[in-house]
Nanobody, 129 residues
Framework: EVQLVESGGGLVQAGGSLRLSCAAS????????MSWARQAPGKGLEWVSV????????YYADSVKGRFTISRDNAKNTLYLQLNNLKTEDTAMYYC??????????????????????WGQGTQVTVPS
């Protein structure tokens, strides 16, 4: 069974930093492209970043480019997202997800780099105004 457990969120002032983690199990992590997405209050799910299975290729949404860094440790089956220079508009629940070959009844979100699903409970990031 695929399991993704996000952690590391919190309350941080504007301009601050956080590092999110995602512990993966139930699938071959080092063969899977991974993604982070977020959902702000009252809004839909928005993809944030994608990293290829080997870790050397990654992509970012324009809204976070230059401030967020995605990485992975395939030996530890863990995905990371470093959030720097946080803004109030970054306030959201953050989720990690694995790439899907098809939806097959799994909730999924779309990125320019494929479909992703199986996200966990998420971790809350709050940047107060």
């Amino acid at each position: 069974e695929v399991q993704l457990v996000e952690s590391g969120g919190g309350l941080v002032q504007a301009g601050g930093s956080l590092r999110l983690s995602c512990a993966a199990s139930g699938f071959t992590f080092n063969l899977s492209d991974m993604s982070w997405a977020r959902q702000a209050p009252g809004k839909g799910l928005e993809w944030v970043s994608v990293i290829r299975s080997g870790g050397g290729v990654f992509y970012y949404a324009d809204s976070v480019k230059g401030r967020f860094t995605i990485s992975r440790d395939n030996a530890k089956n863990t995905l990371y997202l470093q959030l720097n220079n946080l803004k109030t508009e970054d306030t959201a629940m953050y989720y990690c997800a694995k790439r899907l070959s098809s939806t097959l009844g799994v909730r999924a979100y779309s990125t320019p780099y494929g479909l992703y699903g199986y996200w966990g409970q998420g971790t809350q990031v709050t940047v107060p105004s």
